[in-house]
C-alpha cells in the first residue's frame, strides 16, 4: 500500500519562498507528482520526478529523494494567486494509478 | 494534453435516487480514472475504467454503487447509485497525458445529496 504525509495547512508573506514537504511510504514507485487545486477547481498538474534531484519550473521547483521517501515542492515569489491547496501524488510501481497525500493548504497573505 | 468535459458540473439529488456523471475526452485514452473528493479531504480513486472490460475498483468501492461504462475511447459514464448525504463530494475523472507524464482532471461534478 502507500502511506503519504504532508503538512496540513501552511501560510506565508507575498513575495517569499515557502517549501512543502512530502513523505511517503510505497510498495513500490514510478513517480511523484505535485498537483495545486484552488478551491472549487479541479487539480492541476504542476510537476512530476522519478529521479533523484531538483527539476525547476520557473517559480516552482521539486525535488525528490527516492532513498529516503522524500520530495518538496518549492515556490518562490510567492504572488495571492499560490493561495491553494498543493497535492503530493505517487504512482505506484507497474500501476498507471496516482495515489494522493491529504493535501497542503498554502495561504499567501499580503 | 487531453481535454475532458465532465456533466454536471454540480447537482443537488434527494437520497435514495442514482446520478449519472459523464466524461467526455478529445482525444482517445486507454485508461480513465475516477476519483471522489470528500469535503475538505484529498482524492481518493474509486476506479479505472478500461475499454471493452469491466472496471477495476479500489478497496471500499463496489460496482453495485458505483457502477461504470466505458463504451468506446473517448467516453465513460459513473453512477453514483441509491445515494445517501455520505456520497456527497465531488467526484473526478482523469486521464493520462499523452506522450507524457502526468494526468489531466475534468473540472469535477459537486453532488449534494439532501
Known amino acids: 500500500g502507500q502511506n503519504i504525509d504532508q503538512p496540513t495547512e501552511m501560510t506565508a508573506t507575498e513575495g517569499a519562498i515557502v517549501q512543502i514537504n512530502c513523505t511517503y511510504q510505497t510498495s513500490g514507485f514510478n513517480g511523484l507528482f505535485w498537483y495545486q487545486q484552488h478551491a472549487g477547481e479541479a487539480p492541476t498538474f504542476l510537476s512530476y520526478n522519478v529521479l533523484d534531484g531538483l527539476e525547476e519550473k520557473g517559480r516552482f521547483s521539486s525535488f525528490l529523494s527516492r532513498s529516503k521517501g522524500y520530495s518538496y515542492l518549492l515556490l518562490k515569489e510567492l504572488q495571492m494567486k499560490d493561495s491553494a491547496s498543493y497535492l503530493c501524488?505517487?504512482?505506484?510501481?507497474?500501476?498507471?494509478?496516482?495515489?494522493f497525500g491529504k493535501g497542503t493548504m498554502l495561504l499567501v497573505s499580503p | 494534453s487531453a481535454v475532458i468535459s465532465q456533466k454536471p458540473s454540480r447537482d443537488i439529488c434527494q437520497r435514495g435516487t442514482s446520478l449519472t456523471i459523464q466524461c467526455q475526452v478529445d482525444?482517445?485514452?486507454?485508461?480513465m480514472f475516477w476519483y471522489r473528493q470528500q469535503p475538505g479531504q484529498s482524492l481518493t480513486l474509486i476506479a479505472t475504467?478500461?475499454?471493452?472490460?469491466?472496471?477495476?475498483?479500489e478497496s471500499g468501492f463496489v460496482i453495485d454503487k458505483f457502477p461504470i461504462s466505458r463504451p468506446n475511447l473517448t467516453f465513460s459514464t459513473l453512477t453514483v447509485s441509491n445515494m445517501s448525504p455520505e456520497d456527497s463530494s465531488i467526484y473526478l475523472c482523469?486521464?493520462?497525458?499523452?506522450?507524457?507524464?502526468?494526468?489531466?482532471f475534468g473540472s469535477g461534478t459537486r453532488l449534494t445529496v439532501v
Open positions: 482525444s482517445q485514452v486507454t485508461m
Open positions: 501524488a505517487v504512482r505506484g510501481q507497474g500501476y498507471s494509478t496516482l495515489t
Open positions: 475504467a478500461n475499454q471493452g472490460s469491466e472496471a477495476t475498483y
Open positions: 482523469s486521464v493520462p497525458v499523452q506522450g507524457a507524464d502526468g494526468y489531466t
